[in-house]
């Protein structure tokens, strides 16, 4: 590890340690995943348009195993298993984020909240606004960077950290990030010991968001900066000039060299992805008829 990268690790942990201490707040650690693990399978729900295209019976089957939703997934009617969100730059994104989640508090209260991205130092002024029924849920994610230009810098970094006894198989003491919140919550599927994971809204095509549907009218009255945001941009997931490879880039390859080989297998929960069809459908028990 090069000493400015060190640098900058041991600056992000004082920052996560910094601020569990001043809210007392459990380090990921100590979640105790056996008691909300029921499946060998977890669908991560992501906020693609794909998700208004899910059948009644594949919401059924998708209740009825383990699943993890993140960032603006409350405004869905469907509890994930876990929730996890990452903390925007911008303030006002930021409150209309916690806002959310407060205003689901109840639907929430037996949901372990996972804050990531806490090193970026916003969570300090943000901690505070989530409501404080919903304070025994959360926990602090301590993540690391994975370094480099390429693919396979990425999966050197992983490798490192492996060798380094800093990540593995059943623990949560960190976690690799890169790009965007699959990378980390995929990561988080491994650790857990899930077997398969089923990608539903990851649509990672430049289209729009499923809660700016017309059906989440309502909704979008309190999104107002969000959805500003969202119009007005790529997705920096999908950007060269932000990243040196986009995520569908890097998913492809750690499934290919990393997460195949440690018996991890990822499908799709529908055919709406860049990812189709080079990532299989999920073989859901009902009976689809639907196109998609």
């Given amino acids: 590890m090069r000493l400015s990268a060190l640098k900058f690790y041991v600056q992000e942990l004082l920052k996560i340690k910094k601020i569990a201490n001043k809210y007392n707040l459990p ?8 008691r909300y693990k029921t499946s060998d399978t977890i669908f991560i729900l992501g906020s693609g348009d794909s998700i208004n295209n899910y059948s009644a ?12 939703g993140f960032n603006y997934w409350p405004i869905h009617n469907h509890v994930p298993t876990f929730y996890s969100v990452e903390c925007a730059s911008n303030l006002n994104i930021r409150k209309e984020q916690i806002n959310l989640l407060n205003t689901n508090k109840k639907a929430y209260k037996k949901t372990p909240i996972i804050l990531k991205d806490i090193f970026e130092g916003y969570w300090q002024e943000t901690v505070p606004l989530i409501d404080p029924e919903l304070k025994p849920n959360l926990y602090i994610a301590k993540e690391i960077q994975l370094t480099g230009r390429s693919c396979e810098d990425y999966l050197r970094s992983i490798k490192m950290y492996e060798n380094l006894g800093m990540i593995k198989e059943g623990s949560f003491k960190y976690i690799p990030r890169k790009i965007g919140s699959l990378i980390f919550l995929l990561f988080f599927a491994f650790f857990s010991g899930y077997k398969k994971v089923v990608l539903c809204g990851i649509d990672l095509d430049g289209g729009s968001s499923f809660y700016l549907n017309e059906r989440y009218s309502k909704q979008q009255e309190h999104l107002q900066h969000t959805i500003s ?3 007005s941009k790529k997705h920096h997931t999908l950007d060269k000039s932000q990243n040196f490879v986009t995520m569908p880039e890097l998913l492809s390859f ?3 060299k990393y997460f195949q080989e440690k018996g ?3 499908y799709l929960g529908n055919k709406q992805s860049s990812l189709y069809p080079e990532f299989s459908l999920f073989n859901y028990k009902c009976a689809i008829t639907s196109k998609f």
Wanted: aromatic share 4%.
């Fill in 229 to 231: 945001a969202i119009k």
């Fill in 27 to 34: 380090n990921l650690t100590e979640l105790e995943i056996g």
């Fill in 264 to 266: 991890l297998s990822i």
């Fill in 254 to 256: 750690l499934n290919k």
């Fill in 57 to 68: 019976a594949q919401w059924k089957e998708i209740s009825d195993q383990d699943s993890i």
